[in-house]
């Protein structure tokens, strides 16, 4: 199972942007999929997660501007993020959570490879 997510860049303050992570392989189901960010000299935190039936789960930071979805048929989740300010400046990881396979027969847990996402003026 891998992990690939893309749309990071440079933005500024106030701006958009859109990052998506596809997860490929021979996957059976993922329970959960989501965001996590890290900036320099700061430790990894959650931004949103969302299940295959639609819950989410914010951080507080990130609340009522960053918005997460799902294709659960694509194995692809979304993450909208608008107002964005400098503060937001990191590079955001994917992460697929309890993920079935069918050369496993474990639940397993998988990281993108991240991209950066820089807000500056």
């Known amino acids: 199972v891998q992990l690939q997510a893309s749309g990071g860049g440079l933005v500024q303050p106030g701006g958009s942007l859109r990052l998506s992570c596809a997860a490929s392989?021979?996957?059976?189901?993922?329970?959960?999929m989501g965001w996590y960010r890290q900036a320099p000299g700061k430790q990894r935190e959650l931004v949103p997660t969302?299940?295959?039936?639609?819950?989410?789960n914010y951080a507080d930071s990130v609340k009522g501007r960053f918005a997460i979805s799902r294709d659960n048929a694509k194995n692809t989740v979304y993450l909208q993020m608008s107002s964005l300010k400098p503060e937001d400046t990191a590079v955001y990881y994917c992460?697929?959570?309890?993920?079935?396979?069918?050369?496993?027969?474990?639940?397993?847990?998988?990281w993108g490879q991240g991209t950066l996402v820089t807000v500056s003026s």
């Open positions: 969302i299940t295959s039936g639609g819950s989410t």
């Open positions: 392989g021979s996957i059976l189901s993922i329970n959960r």
């Open positions: 992460n697929a959570d309890s993920v079935l396979a069918a050369d496993s027969p474990w639940y397993s847990n998988y």
